[in-house]
């Protein structure tokens, strides 16, 4: 037992002595020994060699480490900004909005539709304003599949926020011809367009929308015809059967508008007989013993026109570019942009069009952003950054 105990120590002495070198005076090297109990301390790959910005991050007086205000901040004014353009920010002097960066313009996701865009060219930015002609706004019209895909195609636009019908196409399947309401200077509504599933029995009705209604009369599973009627606001407009795998489809006698004091009045200028109502009639069947029907599809449109292009006046803007294919136009007067002034449109002599406005901060600095105001009060829907 001595004798193995004897032996690990010697066998230790050796290894050590083995980590000590002598050189030819005798003196002993002992990095390697160093080594071992203080490793060298290195310098981090990712830190950058030469930084002109590191000579800030110490101050002279306490050698306290400071961190750097907003060093690394990008400019808020390109296009893929959102929301804010900031004077002192470094981005040149033209805010550009698209959908993109601006969640009060109109997109439909699905089918990447909307086009409308703000260019704002701001001059000097010290001079808080936009002088006329300066802002510009365009949109385009966007072709569409209808939500249920049978029906075919249509056309819409987005417009001051929201979206709105501008015609039939050679591929809308249950209208009887093409028509574009951007020849005839005004936009309709889009109601519904949908594409889900209702069952109705006989004797009962489904609400549409501004007023409308559908009664489900009487159901003929043998025959699979089902005899419908229409409503609007309680009298019916409308009476005919339709057979199982066909469209109802309702016309409306569409006539021109015009704007007087904010207000849309009907002219004796017919636009033309357009389908405001289809309704996909899928199946007739028989549910708990009692006949009924299932609808796959609907489309609504506005009985009257919902915007009147006609006569040029929207807020602060106008038009200045009227085609098949889209609407461009420019701000009439100049606009101050000092607080607590801003361009709330609507709600101060400075808008710009419909509820669309900037905001202007409280600052020495100019700094802005663009806003949409909600109809009414309440909880709604926000679209986030495309």
């Given at each position: 037992m001595i004798g193995t105990v004897t032996a690990i120590v010697a066998m230790l002495l050796i290894w050590g002595a083995s980590l000590i070198t002598v050189d030819n005076q005798g003196n002993m090297d002992d990095s390697r020994v160093n080594n071992l109990t203080q490793p060298e301390i290195q310098t981090p790959k990712s830190a950058p060699e030469s930084d002109s910005r590191l000579n800030?991050?110490?101050q002279p007086e306490t050698g306290n480490i400071t961190l750097l205000e907003k060093q690394f901040r990008m400019p808020v004014s390109p296009p893929g900004s959102r929301y804010i353009w900031?004077?002192?920010?470094?981005?040149?002097?033209?805010?550009?909005?698209?959908?993109?960066?601006?969640?009060?313009?109109?997109?439909?996701?699905?089918n990447n539709a909307g086009s409308e865009s703000f260019i704002i060219s701001l001059g000097n930015p010290r001079d808080k304003s936009i002088q006329e002609n300066d802002l510009k706004y365009s949109t385009a019209v966007s072709n569409i599949p209808f939500k249920y895909r049978s029906f075919g195609n249509y056309?819409?636009?987005?417009?001051?926020?929201?979206?709105?019908?501008?015609?039939?196409?050679?591929?809308?399947?249950?209208?009887?011809?093409?028509?574009?309401?951007?020849?005839?200077?005004?936009?309709?509504?889009?109601?519904?367009?949908?594409?889900?599933?209702?069952?109705?029995?006989?004797?009962?009705?489904?609400?549409?929308?501004d007023g409308y209604a559908i009664?489900?009369?009487?159901?003929?599973?043998?025959?699979?015809?089902?005899?419908?009627?229409?409503?609007?606001?309680?009298?019916?407009?409308?009476?005919?059967?339709?057979?199982?795998?066909?469209?109802?489809?309702?016309?409306?006698?569409?006539?021109?508008?015009?704007?007087?004091?904010?207000?849309?009045?009907d002219t004796n200028?017919?636009?033309?007989?357009?389908?405001?109502?289809?309704?996909n009639i899928d199946s007739v069947l028989s549910k708990?013993?009692?006949?009924?029907?299932?609808?796959?599809?609907?489309f609504q449109l506005s009985d009257t026109a919902k915007i009147d292009l006609e006569s040029g006046d929207h807020g602060l803007m106008k038009i200045t570019n009227f085609s098949d294919n889209g609407i461009s136009m420019v701000n009439a007067?100049?606009?101050?942009?000092?607080?607590?002034?801003?361009?709330?449109?609507?709600?101060?002599?400075?808008?710009?069009?419909?509820?669309?406005?900037?905001?202007i901060a409280d600052s020495d600095i100019l700094r802005f952003s663009?806003?949409?105001?909600?109809?009414g009060y309440g909880n709604h829907e926000r679209r986030g950054a495309v």
């Open positions: 800030d991050l110490t900031d004077g002192d920010a470094g981005g040149g002097s033209t805010f550009n909005l698209t959908p993109m960066n601006f969640d009060g313009f109109y997109y439909d996701l699905d056309t819409m636009i987005g417009f001051m926020g929201e979206r709105y019908f501008t015609g039939y196409t050679d591929d809308s399947k249950f209208a009887h011809s093409p028509v574009n309401l951007l020849n005839h200077r005004m936009l309709l509504g889009i109601l519904m367009d949908e594409n889900a599933n209702h069952t109705l029995t006989a004797g009962s009705g489904m609400a549409l929308s009664l489900v009369n009487s159901v003929n599973i043998d025959e699979r015809t089902v005899q419908i009627s229409l409503n609007k606001n309680g009298e019916e407009i409308d009476s005919r059967s339709v057979k199982a795998g066909e469209t109802y489809v309702y016309n409306k006698d569409i006539r021109k508008v015009k704007t007087i004091s904010g207000y849309l009045y200028i017919s636009v033309g007989n357009l389908p405001i109502i289809a309704i708990g013993n009692f006949p009924a029907i299932t609808i796959n599809g609907i007067v100049s606009l101050e942009l000092r607080y607590p002034y801003s361009t709330e449109f609507e709600r101060h002599s400075s808008g710009i069009m419909g509820d669309m406005g900037l905001e663009a806003v949409k105001d909600s109809v």
